[in-house]
């Protein structure tokens, strides 16, 4: 595989970024006739990045994978959503509603919905108690809150309460997750246990993983959404039941256990080589496991503190396949999520967003010297002065296609409540 990091110049804030995710555009009016029907090659190469920050703002962006010059954009492509009181912690989009949700470190919960070109806020959720995780189910229809006190909730997308449950345990419950048949849910604890419930809030196991490190975080290799209505007849789906996923469980020390069940008693463990917590999603297409951190060589030139940056992606069997140094230094990996159709990897890093180009292919020589050229230019317009073919300066005119579309940085400008 490769990748190259973007040169952007729209995806600068101006505060630091907490979290990140990213969903595809679907038509802005529906045919009322036969309504929308999922074109993957299509319907993922634009989309909506979601950003949280430490100003309580939720940027929404206009995002597109296309080169060419002349893309159909929105009539707007930049919100910056307002309501929140203190830094916003968590954003995760819901792809099936079209529906976003983010979290506060108060514990306020929003849930975002567009109508008529305006986002506003459908539901509100308070409990006034941190919330350490939220998970949409894979259909879109339920949601999973995770409290600090133990208190875990599930809930409908119109904002109904399925169960609610107080886990009475030593630890500290850091993130929660749906099996891909949305039929159980796992926790993970500072402990690092493995608790188990099933669809309705009964309790089916609890797996002690690691005795001495917590679990940060948890990832399913499959598909973050289930888009289409015809999975169950599609050759490839029709299995589903009996394909094996691995759940990549994150340990606090930069450690990464690939579990083929939640009671897998022989685990792949992967070293890292990275500072916890990580930064870590699998791809869509389920291949690949990207993981972000800093590097535990870190050094410190007086008071500045320096931070080597790493992504890096293993297999399902853990195995390492390509790794790539982040470029900034000033601040640590915050979030990372995947969009495109795994054509980009978001990265954020402080107050600036990093795009990765990633092909599952190896580079080929043209590329590689493409990108060189690139790189040895400050701007597309230098491109005509080169001697070189017109087809030629056209594929590295290309790389200077931005991601991000829009002018405004992440959280800068005034917007809807």
């Known amino acids: 595989m490769h990748l190259h990091f973007e040169r952007t110049i729209n995806a600068k804030s101006d505060c630091s970024i907490l979290s990140l995710t990213w969903m595809g555009k679907v038509p802005d ?109 894979h259909d879109g229809r339920m949601a999973l809150i995770c409290y600090q006190d133990g208190f875990v909730l599930v809930g409908s997308v119109a904002g109904q309460r399925y169960w609610s449950s107080m886990l009475n345990l030593e630890a500290t419950i850091t993130c929660g997750i749906w099996t891909p048949d949305d039929q159980q849910v796992y926790f993970g604890t500072t402990s690092g246990q493995i608790i188990v419930m099933d669809v309705h809030g009964a309790m089916v196991s609890q797996v002690q993983l690691s005795s001495e490190v917590g679990i940060t975080s948890m990832a399913w290799s499959c598909e973050k959404f289930k888009m289409e209505e015809g999975d169950d007849n599609d050759p490839g789906v ?63 030139a007086g008071v500045q503190v320096e931070y080597t940056n790493l992504l890096k992606f293993y297999n399902e069997k853990g195995v390492l396949l390509y790794s790539a140094c982040v470029p900034f230094t000033q601040a640590p990996v915050s979030a990372l999520t995947w969009g495109h159709n795994d054509k980009r990897l978001f990265l954020a890093t402080g107050t600036q ?18 990108l060189r050229i690139h790189d040895s230019i400050q701007q597309e317009s230098q491109l005509p002065a080169l001697p070189l073919p017109a087809r030629i300066r056209n594929l590295i005119g290309n790389l200077f296609a931005q991601t991000i579309r829009d002018g405004g940085g992440r959280g800068s400008n005034p917007d809807q409540v």
Request: charge should be positive; hydrophobic fraction near 40%.
């Open 238 to 300: 029709a299995n589903a039941g009996e394909r094996k996923f691995v759940l990549a469980v994150c340990l606090q020390n930069g450690f990464i256990f690939l579990l083929k069940t939640f009671d897998d008693v022989s685990p792949i463990q992967i070293d890292t080589g990275m500072q916890g917590p990580l930064c870590m999603e699998w791809s869509n297409s389920r291949e690949l496991l990207a993981v972000a951190g800093v590097a535990f060589d870190n050094k410190s």
């Open 353 to 370: 967003i990093h795009i990765a180009w990633v092909s599952r292919r190896i580079a080929t020589l043209q590329l590689l010297c493409r």
């Open 29 to 137: 009016e529906l045919p009322e006739d036969e309504g929308w029907k999922l074109n993957r090659t299509n319907y993922y190469q634009e989309g909506w990045l979601a950003t949280g920050n430490v100003r309580g703002i939720v940027g929404v962006t206009f995002t597109t994978s296309h080169c060419k010059k002349n893309v159909e954009f929105p009539l707007r492509t930049n919100y910056n959503l307002r309501g929140h009181r203190s830094e916003v912690i968590l954003v995760k989009w819901n792809e099936p509603y079209q529906k976003l949700a983010s979290c506060d470190s108060s514990g306020i919960i929003f849930v975002w919905i567009k109508y008529e070109g305006r986002w506003s806020i459908e539901l509100i959720n308070d409990r006034n108690t941190p919330v350490t995780h939220f998970s949409w189910s």
